[in-house]
């Protein structure tokens, strides 16, 4: 199964649900700035990247993780991949899921001065800062993501249409 996390960037709410996903981050306790920021992908990818999945690891059932930025384009991309996936016969191997919902303002505003600005020593903390306000709702995203893998591995699904989490 691929796992896809995406948001708009590839930078900052994605990158979080990856390491929460793969156990690089706790889904519970608390969780320094620091550490936030010291994420390799973090508040990394430029608009270049966007469209283009990084595959970040495996997680303990051997899916693959990935990050995907689609910047204002989601659901035309998002439309797209789930077409061609369906088309390819590959329906039941994907779940996208969008990370944009369980961010607030902080998290917006520390992504656009630092991606859009370049003002990143200013930018970057703040959306780690957002992040930190946001973890709640991302890690409950995460768990409910990780939750429907085991849920479908227990009832041995084999659906044949693609997952889309809100």
């Known amino acids: 199964m691929k796992i896809i996390y995406h ?15 793969l156990g690089n981050l706790p889904m519970e306790g ?12 973090f508040d990394l990818a430029e ?4 469209g283009e999945p990084y595959l970040v ?11 995907l930025g689609l910047n204002s384009q989601a659901p035309i991309c998002i439309r797209a991949m ?11 191997q994907i779940l996208l899921v969008n990370t944009l919902a369980a961010i607030g303002l902080k ?12 003002c990143n020593r200013i930018g970057k903390p703040l959306a780690a800062s957002g992040i930190i306000s946001s973890l709640p709702r991302l890690r409950q995203l995460v768990g409910t993501v ?15 249409h693609c997952h889309y989490r809100r």
Request: contains cysteine.
């Open 47 to 50: 608009a270049a990247d966007w």
């Open 30 to 41: 608390s969780v320094t700035k620091e550490a936030i920021m010291a994420i390799p992908e």
């Open 82 to 92: 789930l077409s061609l996936a369906g088309h390819l016969g590959q329906a039941d």
């Open 146 to 160: 990780q939750e429907e893998l085991i849920r479908k591995v227990q009832d041995g699904e084999e659906e044949d």
């Open 7 to 21: 948001c708009y960037g590839r930078a900052h709410s994605s990158v979080v649900a990856s390491q929460l996903h």
């Open 107 to 118: 998290t917006r505003i520390g992504g656009f001065m630092s991606k859009k600005l370049r």
């Open 57 to 67: 690891g495996r997680d303990a059932a051997d899916n693959e993780v990935y990050i």
